[in-house]
Each structure stands twice: as structure tokens, then as C-alpha cells.
């Protein structure tokens, strides 16, 4: 993470309500400064990341699911790549058959993901 001088993180700040957003009694818990509530997200703009406050942990659990989710569909899409690309370059019957299923497996675990994500989101609503 770059660290920013006190002048940077004031213009952010300063940015951030001249957008709209609000900011909040609750600070970050990496840098320590006020977040803000920027289109109904919580946000250190210091950190330029989002924040999720959390009380329980079960209630952990469902905040890092969707992080979880993601970094799981980015890995199995690089991934789906790779044996793409590598699929091109088979000659062999087997190799092309095993390649081809390692392929669908993945394809199934991104539509499991989407299937979690769906059933989280009808749940919330």
C-alpha cells in the first residue's frame, strides 16, 4: 500500500464529501481514519478500499463470502485459460479428453458459484 501524506488524505476526504458522501463515526481499522459512506458503500478513501464492520461470526462469514467467491472465479478463470491455451497445442486423444473435463469442472464450479451468489442475493431481499 502507498503511503499517503496528511495533505493527500484531506483532499480525498474533502473529494469524497463534495461527491455526496457522508462520513461516519467509525474509522478505518488499518490506517485509523473516518470512513465514509459513499453510494451506501462503507469506504476508507485513505485506503481506497471497502470496509465491513462486523459483530458476530456468523455475520463475518457472510461478509467474506463474496470475497471469497470472487478471488475463487478469478483463479478458476486464469486457470480455464491456461487449459485453453494449452488445448490448442494437443495432439493426443487422451490428453485433449482429460483437458476437455479439467475444463467442464471448472465450468461447473463457476456456475456453482453463481448459483451461491443468486441464492445469497433472494435471501438478503
Given amino acids: 500500500m502507498v503511503s499517503l501524506?496528511?495533505?493527500d488524505v484531506v483532499r480525498r476526504m474533502s473529494e469524497?464529501?463534495?461527491a455526496g458522501g457522508k462520513m461516519l463515526a467509525h474509522t478505518c481499522p488499518v490506517?485509523?481514519?473516518p470512513l465514509f459512506d459513499i453510494k451506501g458503500e462503507m469506504r476508507c478513501v485513505a485506503c481506497d478500499k471497502p470496509v465491513v464492520v462486523v459483530r458476530d461470526q456468523?455475520?463475518?462469514g457472510r461478509a467474506l463470502l463474496p470475497i471469497v467467491l470472487s478471488s475463487l472465479e478469478g483463479v478458476v478463470v486464469e486457470k480455464i485459460?491456461?487449459?485453453t491455451g494449452r488445448l490448442a497445442g494437443l495432439v493426443d486423444l487422451s490428453e485433449i479428453e482429460e483437458t476437455a473435463r479439467t475444463i467442464d469442472s471448472l465450468l461447473s464450479v463457476l456456475r456453482k458459484s453463481e448459483e451461491i451468489r443468486t441464492a445469497v442475493?433472494?435471501?438478503e431481499q
Avoid: F
Wanted: aromatic share 0%; net charge neutral; charged share 45%.
Fill in 5 to 7: 501524506s496528511k495533505d
Fill in 16 to 18: 469524497a464529501l463534495k
Fill in 81 to 83: 485459460d491456461e487449459l
Fill in 121 to 123: 442475493k433472494q435471501k
Fill in 31 to 33: 490506517c485509523g481514519n
Fill in 58 to 60: 456468523a455475520e463475518s
